[in-house]
């Protein structure tokens, strides 16, 4: 899918829109109320579309509401991702969720950067702005922490926000918080286990999960929309997952890159080491694909084991006009890199050999797709993997390959 003009830069620390905003969530924590009855309720903000969206408006749907924006690079994207992967499971019974992306930066998330940004996630998830005023009413209405800071002299604020997903009935009632990391499977039971009961009535909120009373059934539709879903994971994992799977083999250019340090590195011999690599194209101004790609990577490293020490992690960025080693140093950082993640750049020449013998040259940076490759061995094919696949996904993956 292609990326719109949306995707605009993070600055000097990741690119000079950076100065624009830069997100520090805040969670939430433990709700330390005996009910959720008291928050939450009906509210109306402006839709992506210029037209007036009331939380009434979804009456009969399950809503999710997730409070960010678009300029942040690392937990919108990643709990957008979430969102939409749920979406993915629930199958038929999507039709009945509606996920709301409530802008908590209402001066640069217009309705045209909203309509830009939220397609690369799902076309289901309808973007909310309003003044400032209003969008942090709405925040305080769920209990939801919103903080934007003054701006200084460069123009640089700080936008700080709730992480959690919030989950109202088909009654409009909030009954859910769900922390931020809540895998879409779990997203999609608490939608599944809302819809087969129609309305809920809370009673109690504890670890962040609701506890419930089942009143009125769910109308006919919906309840045969439930008796049809496949509970039973009958389609492969790969497509339960979010991302399609396939074997390839690739002859890797005999090219010079710099690494984050400064240092020339040759592609085809940092690519032919015999241990397990795991591949995947980035930039630092990108603020929708590669914040969900480089957070993946980020949480394969931390669960990886010390028997893992011999995987190879490479992010190579699409953008080497812009993508200096100083600014990959500056990305790697925030991801909290290892030494066993490199970040690499080049020329414009090189860097486009390398994306098309990977296949994965669509034109420019705004057009690129979530691309991860993983290889056990020199000898071994490649493990091309198509769309946001987890931590958990790719860990399973590169697990198969290794004890190959």
């Known amino acids: 899918m292609q990326n719109h003009a949306l995707i605009v830069g993070l600055a000097a620390g990741l690119s000079a829109g950076f100065l624009a905003a830069y997100a520090c969530p805040l969670q939430a924590g433990p709700v330390s109320y005996p009910s959720l009855r008291q928050f939450g309720g009906d509210f109306t903000l402006t839709a992506q579309d210029g037209k007036p969206f009331s939380l009434h408006d979804a009456r009969g749907k399950v809503v999710l509401i997730y409070f960010g924006f678009t300029s942040c690079a690392d937990t919108c994207p990643v709990a957008l991702a979430e969102v939409a992967a749920a979406m993915r499971k629930l199958g038929t019974l999507a039709e009945h969720v509606q996920p709301l992306f409530i802008s908590v930066d209402p001066k640069r998330d217009t309705q045209e950067v909203l309509r830009g940004y939220l397609p690369h996630f799902d076309s289901s998830i309808l973007g909310l ?3 400032r005023e209003q969008v942090q009413a709405v925040a305080r209405k769920y209990r939801a922490p919103v903080y934007i800071g003054k701006s200084d002299e460069t123009g640089f604020y700080q936008v700080d926000h709730s992480s959690k997903l919030y989950v109202v009935n088909t009654d409009g009632v909030l009954v859910n918080i769900l922390s931020y990391g809540t895998s879409p499977a779990r997203i999609a039971e608490v939608v599944r286990a809302l819809l087969s009961v129609g309305s809920i009535s809370v009673v109690t909120l504890a670890d962040s999960e609701t506890q419930a009373q089942a009143s009125p059934r769910a109308p006919a539709a919906l309840a045969t929309a439930l008796v049809n879903h496949d509970h039973h994971g009958h389609h492969s994992i790969d497509r339960d997952a979010g991302y399609v799977r396939s074997l390839h083999e690739y002859r890797i250019p005999d090219v010079a890159l710099v690494d984050r340090d400064g240092n020339p590195v040759d592609l085809s011999a940092e690519l032919k080491v015999d241990r397990p ?25 931390k669960k990886l084991s010390v028997e893992d020490e011999v995987i190879r992690m490479v992010s190579i960025s699409i953008d080497p006009e812009q993508d200096t080693p100083e600014r990959l140093k500056v990305y790697a950082e925030r991801y909290h890199a290892s030494p066993r993640w490199h970040f690499l750049t080049g020329s414009r020449t090189n860097i486009l050999k390398v994306q098309q013998a990977f296949d994965a ?44």
């Open 129 to 131: 702005t309003g003044t």
């Open 361 to 404: 040259y669509r034109g420019d940076k705004m057009s690129h797709v979530p691309l991860t490759f993983l290889r056990a061995s020199p000898d071994a094919p490649w493990i091309r993997i198509e769309g946001f696949a987890s931590a958990a996904n790719l860990l399973s993956e590169y697990r198969s390959v290794a004890s190959d």
């Open 277 to 301: 690599l795991m591949v995947n194209f980035i930039f630092t101004s990108c603020t929708a694909i590669c914040p969900v790609l480089s957070a993946t990577f980020a949480q394969v490293q």
